[in-house]
């Protein structure tokens, strides 16, 4: 159970991580709030050429291994990327396309979600600012805009999740309701039983709560992972500020492996 009582606590200043040698390692990253600032919504995250530099320089120097690890639905990632990453895990691990762009992705049952769908839209109607988003096996509850909807929001969300056998994922200004099946740490150890990434040391940057899964799995396989933001406690090993700092580090090892 992670506890958020000693978010002060002097354990969780963590250290920066070292400069990673990109020709041993195996890199994964979230997108919202690790790779690209949050925004007001998730629309407003489009393609940024300083970002597709670093993607193209790191994919070049990892030899192809690299993945995005996010939330976001794969078609929502591939715009954000440009189609430029073919590794990506999406919906929190639920769908995943590999290296070879091979998609697996869970099963999602007939009517469980459509409920919630129906049910979360028209509470939405009543509450301005709320945004709902379909992800096919999983449904958003963005409250960003509205932070005051926050307790009824989760509140409907646990509900609706026992009525229907669902599982809440908790998130940065959102709640959401997603079919049973694969987080990220699971979608994590799945690409490194493939190529290219099978043998290397696996890192995991990321920021939120579904990304603990996967700084569990990256530190299970002898690697380590590293946690964007100041969201504490957390299983990572080291810490990075903000997202600009993310960048830096991640550019600081491009420029080292040249
Ligand atoms: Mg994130």
């Known amino acids: 159970m992670i506890s958020t009582a000693h978010r002060d606590a002097p354990g969780d200043v963590l250290p920066a991580p070292m400069?990673?040698?990109?020709d041993r390692t195996a890199l994964f990253a979230d997108l919202d709030g690790t790779l690209a600032p949050i925004e007001a919504t998730?629309?407003?995250?489009?393609?940024?050429?300083?970002r597709r530099r670093l993607i193209d320089a790191l994919t070049r120097a990892l030899s192809g291994r690299f993945a995005v690890v996010s939330g976001r639905s794969l078609a929502d990632i591939d715009r954000v990327f440009e189609n430029r990453v073919a590794?990506?895990?999406?919906?929190?691990?639920?769908v995943r396309r590999n290296a070879e762009r091979k998609l697996f992705a869970t099963a999602v049952g007939e009517g469980a979600l459509t409920a919630a769908l129906d049910t979360l839209r028209a509470f939405a109607a009543n509450h301005a600012g709320l945004l709902v988003e379909d992800k096919g096996s999983a449904i958003a509850l963005h409250y960003r805009q509205s932070p005051a909807?926050?307790?009824?929001?989760?509140?409907l969300a646990r509900h609706l999740a026992a009525d229907l056998a669902l599982e809440v994922q908790e998130g940065d200004m959102v709640v959401e309701l997603r079919v049973p099946g694969p987080d990220k740490g699971d979608?994590?150890?799945?690409?490194?039983a493939e190529s290219p990434f099978a043998g290397y040391v696996p890192v995991f940057l990321g920021d939120d709560f579904t990304d603990e899964s996967g700084f569990e799995a990256a530190?299970?396989?002898?690697?380590?992972?590293?946690?964007?933001?100041a969201r504490r406690p957390t299983l990572a090993k080291y810490a990075l500020a903000d997202v600009a700092a993310a960048r830096t580090w991640l550019q600081r090892a491009v420029d080292a492996a040249r």
């Open 19 to 22: 400069i990673p040698q990109l």
């Open 42 to 50: 998730p629309q407003a995250v489009g393609p940024n050429a300083s």
């Open 87 to 94: 590794a990506v895990a999406a919906v929190h691990g639920l």
């Open 149 to 155: 909807s926050e307790p009824a929001s989760r509140t």
């Open 187 to 192: 979608a994590i150890n799945a690409f490194m």
């Open 219 to 229: 530190q299970a396989l002898g690697g380590f992972g590293v946690i964007v933001g």
